[in-house]
C-alpha cells in the first residue's frame, strides 16, 4: 500500500520549511487551526494531536501557501479558498501517483591509471 509521509524539512524555492507539531496553534487570537506556515522562521506547523493520516490535509494546504508565496502570486498566497481547493488536488494527486523510482547509477569503469617511470 502506497503511505504518504510527511518530511522533516521540505524545501519549497530556495528554503527550506521545517515541519514542526505543536501541541496547539495560534494564529491573532484563534487557536483552532489544523496548520499554519511561517515565513519568517521558515516552519510549516501541524497540529501534534493529529494522526500522521490527519496531518496530510492541513500539510498540503500549507505547502500550497508556501507555492504561491514562492511564486509571488501574494493575492492566491492570503486567499484561504483557493489555497484549500488547490491543496486538495494537490494532495489526491501526491496519493494517487508515483513520482519516484529508483535510479541505480551506472557503475562507471574505471580506468586503472598506470604511470610510468622513467
Ligand atoms: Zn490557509
Known amino acids: 500500500m502506497k503511505q504518504l509521509t510527511i518530511p522533516d524539512v521540505v524545501r519549497i524555492g530556495a528554503d527550506d520549511f521545517k515541519i514542526v507539531y505543536p501541541e496547539v496553534i495560534i494564529i491573532g487570537n484563534k487557536c483552532d487551526y489544523a496548520g499554519s506556515i511561517n515565513t519568517e522562521t521558515k516552519q510549516i506547523a501541524l497540529l501534534e494531536e493529529y494522526t500522521p493520516e490527519q496531518r496530510l490535509s492541513p500539510f498540503f494546504h500549507e505547502l500550497v501557501h508556501g507555492i504561491f508565496r514562492e511564486a509571488n502570486l501574494r493575492e492566491l498566497f492570503e486567499n484561504e479558498d483557493v489555497v484549500d481547493r488547490v491543496g486538495r488536488v494537490l494532495h489526491q494527486i501526491m ?10 547509477e551506472k557503475k562507471t569503469t574505471r580506468k586503472s591509471v598506470v604511470r610510468n617511470r622513467g
Open 95 to 104: 496519493r494517487d501517483n508515483y513520482f519516484y523510482k529508483d535510479v541505480v
